[in-house]
């Protein structure tokens, strides 16, 4: 596609249910990343991926938290057991190959609340 | 904690006149990312900046970085209350691509 696409815009869920947010890079990026931010805060990291792996998992804020690629292209976030400090704009970002040349793009966000 | 900080945390101007952002990071890039933010949603990419580089321009805007300083500026000329967004640096230091972003400044271009 001509940009990274992300999915749903927004989701609404009750507490301790799952929810999994979707992510479609821009065709040919290698590199896929994961941020968050939640309200009035800046981006926080959580994951990046080369390819199908997941070499810097550090950002995970615990083990409720999961993404997964497959085929190189589409990305899923995985929350667990949601809980309300979860609630925040869950941002996809992918970038042609690693490296200080390459322009990391964003998509428009997943904003998810937990009430 | 951040690796990118950000000052000032807001700025308002009125239209026409020059915006400057800085950012202060503290360990060594191998580069620094502006992006602009609209509506708490999506990410806009403004500029990157290599490590080897002092500055670039794209259009009204103009980035320098200091590495020497751990510094950046972003600079927008001539502004427009289009303008109006948050701006945030994103630096690069473990050749990954993982950005560490400043808090932003949030600017407001009156018309």
């Known amino acids: 596609g001509a940009g990274v696409s992300q999915s749903p815009s927004n989701k609404v869920t009750e507490k301790g249910k799952d929810v999994e947010l979707r992510c479609d890079p821009i065709s040919g990026h290698t590199a896929l990343y994961w941020y968050r931010q939640s309200l009035g805060q800046g981006l926080e990291f959580l994951i990046y991926?080369?390819?199908?792996?997941?070499?810097?998992k550090s950002g995970l804020p615990s083990d409720r938290f999961s993404a997964e690629r497959t085929g190189g292209s589409v990305s899923t976030l995985t929350i667990q057991r949601t809980q309300q400090e979860d609630s925040a704009v869950y941002l996809c970002?992918?970038?042609?190959?690693?490296?200080?040349?390459?322009?990391?793009?964003f998509g428009e966000g997943s904003w998810l609340t937990v009430v | 904690s951040q690796q990118g900080e950000e000052d000032p945390q807001a700025l308002s101007i009125q239209e026409g006149e020059n915006a400057t952002m800085n950012c202060s990071y503290k360990t060594s890039i191998n580069n620094l990312q502006w992006y602009r933010q609209n509506s708490g949603r999506g990410l806009v990419h403004l500029i990157l900046?290599?490590?080897?580089?002092r500055e670039k321009h794209s259009g009204r805007l103009r980035v320098t970085l200091d590495t020497s300083k751990k510094s950046s500026s972003l600079l927008i000329t001539a502004s427009r209350a289009a303008d109006t967004a948050s701006y945030f640096c994103a630096t690069d230091a473990s050749n990954t691509g993982k950005l560490i972003f400043g808090q932003g400044t949030t600017l407001q271009v009156k018309p």
């Open positions: 900046i290599r490590s080897n580089e």
């Open positions: 991926f080369q390819g199908n792996s997941a070499p810097d």
């Open positions: 970002a992918s970038s042609l190959a690693r490296g200080p040349r390459n322009t990391i793009y």
